[in-house]
């Protein structure tokens, strides 16, 4: 078999079975070129779209990367085959993706028979080790990591670990003079790691997902079907169209509209829409259900949950979710690594308003609904999202194995302009997911990722009983 890609710590991790039956199998495999139909017609320059302007055609090399889905992967949903959960354990480091009921329960046995087997064994080159332990394990650690084996690694610099923690309490009492808000000391710490662990107590309550559909293999772009319910979807309308007047518990959403997007000359994106920043404790439900979707442990690697609405005519053109690098990317949380989008609303047939993908269509092969009829340039169609309500969608912008590229420019993508026909608001919740939890919330002012703990354990809790 071909190899996967160097992304992916894989070291000496003791790994459990995931307990998964496959539901289909794929023909592509790891790695496999998959040919792509390419058309010999040429356009001319007024038959070119404006995207390729601020995003040039992908080079032919890159689109060979590209492994489409096929129908009975994107219409049908269904769980995960095997292959897909490998796939985001070992390209995109997702290890606990959507793990089934008790993946946990063990994890005490697991510690006594590694114990166990410590004592009969000198430790040795063969010694197993959790990917938490090849984040960790610094220049003064006892593993040896290749310098292509972590994607960690390729953004962060490597430090003792005595010096990392030093840096990490210094800069966090930084920002709490900066802000006004309260200094880290080893009482919060051992308060946090107690609140951590009752929330990944909680959230692995939640059952876990099993309408998934692949729209596309690699880079992998999922549907998870009925990821809300309507009665979810119609409260976090409902958050930003009639909000709550201010109350002591300083949740207010905060509303913000800006036709650009981007803090640089390169961010040519354009956005008419309204985004609604909300407190991580208002919207328990996305947050709890994204963090086990994907399988963390804590919820403090969540950018601020937001809301956004498109009225007629708005719309979001072609960007990039992915970070630019800079020396600073690690300390304010790392690289964007997931995007998750829930579609609060349905907003008819032939109203626009999907998520257009320009480089992942399938050759002009419509599928269900996700491709359409738009051509992306290069003899094919793009592949195209329709809001449906209540089901997600999730993709990965910074890490698709294309060495020597700090994000993944195959998943390029737009929000297409909602109809002026249309005679309902398209409006979708949206949260993206740090490479660590370094990242400090900032709007509203005074969200905190700890602050929601209480909230995101009730509604697990009340999920559980039903």
Known sequence: SSSLSPLYAKGGTKKKPKKKKATT??????????????????KSNDDVDDDYAAFPRLDDNVQQTLIPSDDALSSVSQDLSQEMYDRLAQIYAFENFNYPEGWFDDDGNDKEEEEEESSNANSDEGTMMSFDD??????????????????????????SASSTSAGKSEFADLIASATGGTSTSSTNSENASQQQQNTLESISNLKPFTKFRVLHVDPMVLAIDDFF???????????CKAPKKRTSNNDMPMMSRSKTVGKDSLAK???????WFHHFKS??????????????????????PQTVRYQQSEKFTWHLDALAPSDSLNDTGG???????VYLTDIGENNGGSTAFRD????GNDSEGDVNDNEN?????????????????????????????????????????LSADATEEKWIAQMWLRENSNYKPSAPPGNSHADATDAVNAFCNSADSE
């Open 25 to 42: 199998s794929s023909t592509g495999g790891f790695g496999k070129v998959v040919e792509r139909p390419t058309s010999n017609k040429k």
């Open 134 to 159: 090849l984040l960790t394990s610094g220049s003064n650690g006892s593993a040896s990591i290749s310098p292509s084996s972590d994607f960690s690694d390729l953004l962060k610099e490597t430090t």
């Open 229 to 239: 319910t309507h009665e979810e979807c119609d409260a976090y309308v409902n958050l």
């Open 269 to 275: 994106a354009q956005r008419t829409s309204t985004t």
């Open 283 to 304: 919207v328990p439900e996305l947050v709890a259900k994204a963090t086990r979707l994907v399988g963390l442990d804590t919820i403090d690697r969540w950018e601020e």
């Open 335 to 341: 690289q964007r690594v997931a995007t998750l989008l």
């Open 360 to 363: 992942l269509g399938r050759g």
């Open 377 to 417: 340039g290069d003899g094919g169609k793009y592949l195209k999202v329709k809001p449906v309500k209540g089901s997600a969608l999730l993709f990965f912008p910074a890490a698709g194995g294309i060495p020597n590229t700090p994000f993944d420019i195959r998943t390029l993508h737009a929000g297409e302009a």
